[in-house]
């Protein structure tokens, strides 16, 4: 028999603070809370169950001086199943920690789950008395301390910050140069080879899927398949336990490991977070965790009639972030996730749900207030998602300063333009000078805009251009299932082909894609793969595949290498090149103090384009030239960094174009960095050049040629 004594209302979860572990929970409608004790993960039967004895400001809480890290607990609370108001309590129900730092793994599903007689008329409305706790996953007291040594967030600039968005799981999964025992996990991610795959190309931050521990769903687990991509959390400060090569309780320290190593290498460490639902579903679904703790509280319920979820993710129900508990507790997570974690800022899944409520159109309001005057969040990388599933839910430009947003209009347009769709010229003339047209309006800057062609959601870069059509039948939803609106061209045959004219033509598409995405300003993300070249037979919503159709191919033939240095190439060209990663937007006239133009849009004949020229439909080529002068760069001590004069030509018709070359003031010539159509690179004699149809040259000013 453990002793117990009251403990603190503060922290919440629970604490080992070397002596014994306090553990406290929040509840305002509970009427008792029962913290129960195990011997293993998969038991079934508390080894012990201790009622706390205490409740402040609707915290119950006690301290146990002979508990210690890797106790396995849960916790049983009561109080009214009173559905029409919106309570779902129910003891017979083991309930997950929502501060715990690590959980068990694996969910035994089955009808003792939910807190309800399934099958039942009206079902939601009978209490199921059946206990869950043999099916459930168990929270585990983890000790916290760890050796940071000099581990250092890079800080990467935003101007010079690349994403490589990628899967813990997936990206080492296959890969020969990972240890078998470490592939798919954290200390895999961190492995040497991993790391200079990463590095060697240029990458700065890794954006990492959701790692919060999540759970797959029923119906999945009933057709053989599993939540691969992992936006189903039930526990906002643990680690998946998945993606540990230890046992249980190991993941804390192996997040930590990697974070510290990634640092090392100098790659910042960006979560994709999700606050805006759980794994509990709809008022149909089961009693994991915050519904039977206080369903009222966390969840927005209808106000008319509190027995069913207010649903703006598509996955039957939405935090509650009106009440200031629920915002306590995203909060807490996040902080833990920077201060204890050291993560360096965080992508929000569907994060217009975050708002939702506080004022007409879901505008964004008091929760990003609340993180904008947070000392710690404040100076970490904050990304949206700006749309939801509900009314008014594309908020694209909408979010408040220190925000960068996913730009869908940028990932559109350039598929479109490059697709040959008429009259997209000016639309993507907007994205390649950093969208200011959607984001100056709230007086940001060009690093509001996250840039982006592929992302886990939809093709990968390969099938984009191979595939027309989705082919998600594996999924098993009769192909039903993913966005059928993909923008995308097979340039002559669907899915992969032996027709060489089509491979190459599809080489160059993903070469000008890859190029258009690194030269416009903003900030740049890549999906993890595309650099060499990664397929998913044309399925567009890979989210239970957990298998190679999803994971990293590391068989690396000669186009994968040839993609892979071309990437690397155009990171370079981004990286030396200032007036490629402006932290302002252009202003299309003469600068204040440099006496030109800081962008001007060039016709074929050398002349700046007319108003005419923006209107002809049929026109699917486009330059931009950018003087080196009219950057904005400055050094640490505030003086202006020089560039060099680029001029960017864009063809996405299928008839070559010919340009003749810009007038600019000094003398020089104009050398050829890179050509989508053809490998190498030349300096050019004649006044004009050819730009072939769906491709893209990008040409420097050298103005100290060699004799």
Sequence with gaps: MMRVWPGAPYPLGATWDGEGVNFAIFSEHATAVELCLFDAPDAATASET???????????????????????????????????????????????????????????????????????????????????????????????????????????????????ECHVRGMTKLHPGVPEELRGTYLGLASDSVIDHLTNLGVTAVELMPVHQFLPERDLIDRGLTNYWGYNSIAFLAPHVGYASGGVGDQVNEFKSMVKTLHRAGLEVILDVVYNHTAEGSELGP????????????????????????????????????????????????????TDMHVDGFRFDLAPVLVRGYREGGRPSSFFEVVQQDPVL????????????????????RFPQ????????????????????????????????????????????????????TCHDGFTLTDLVSYEQRHNEANGENNEDGTSDNNS??????????????????????????????????????????????????NNNAYCQDNETSWMNWEIDEPAQELYDFTRELIQ?????????????????????????????????????????????????????????????????????????????????????????????RPGVWDELFNTARPGSRTLRNPTINLTGHSMILLRRNEKPAR
């Design 50 to 164: 201790i009622p706390m004895p205490e409740s402040t400001d609707d915290v119950w809480h006690l301290y146990l001086p002979d508990a210690r890290p890797g106790t396995y607990y849960g916790y049983r609370v009561y109080g009214p199943y009173d559905p029409d108001q919106g309570h779902r309590f129910n003891p017979a129900k083991l309930l997950i920690d929502p501060y715990a730092k690590a959980v068990s793994e694996g969910i035994k599903w089955s009808d003792d789950l939910f807190g309800y007689t399934i099958g039942h008329k009206d079902a939601d409305l009978s209490c199921d008395d059946r206990d869950s706790a043999g099916a459930m996953p168990k929270c585990v007291v983890v000790d916290s301390a760890f050796t940071w040594g000099d581990d250092r967030a890079p800080r990467t600039p935003w101007n010079r910050t690349v994403i490589y």
């Design 378 to 397: 404040s100076t970490v990388k904050l990304i949206a998602e700006p749309w939801d599933v509900g009314p008014d839910g594309y908020q694209l430009g």
């Design 287 to 338: 009693t994991l965790s915050l519904r039977g703790i206080d369903n009222a509280v966390y969840y927005r319920l209808n106000a008319e009639d509190p027995r069913y979820n207010m649903d703006f993710t598509g996955t039957g129900n939405s935090l509650n972030i009106l009440h200031p508990r629920t915002v306590g507790l995203i909060m807490d997570s996040l902080r833990y996730w920077v």
């Design 489 to 538: 061209c097979n340039w002559g045959a669907e899915g992969a082909t032996e027709a060489v004219r089509i491979q190459r033509l599809r080489e160059r598409m993903k070469r000008n894609l890859l190029a258009t995405v690194m030269f416009s300003q903003g900030v740049r993300m890549l999906l993890a793969g595309d650099e060499l070249g990664r397929t998913q037979g044309g």
């Design 402 to 453: 220190g925000w960068s947003e996913w730009n869908g209009q940028f990932r559109d347009s350039v598929r479109k333009f490059w697709r040959g769709d008429n009259g997209m010229v000016p639309e993507v003339a907007s994205r390649l000078a950093g969208s200011s047209d959607i984001f100056a309006p709230s007086r940001r800057t060009t690093y509001a805009s996250v840039n982006f062609v």
């Design 573 to 665: 060209i981004m990286q030396n090149n200032p007036v490629l990663r402006r932290r302002h937007f252009f202003a299309g006239t003469e600068a204040a103090t440099k006496g030109e133009p800081d962008v001007v849009w060039i016709r074929p004949d050398g002349q700046e384009m007319t108003d005419e020229d923006w209107k002809d439909e049929n026109n699917h080529a486009i330059a931009m030239l950018m003087p080196g002068r009219s950057g904005d760069e400055v050094d640490a001590r505030g003086r202006a960094v020089g560039g060099e004069t680029l001029f960017w030509l864009l063809n996405a018709g299928s008839s070559p174009r010919s340009y003749t070359l810009p007038k600019v003031d």
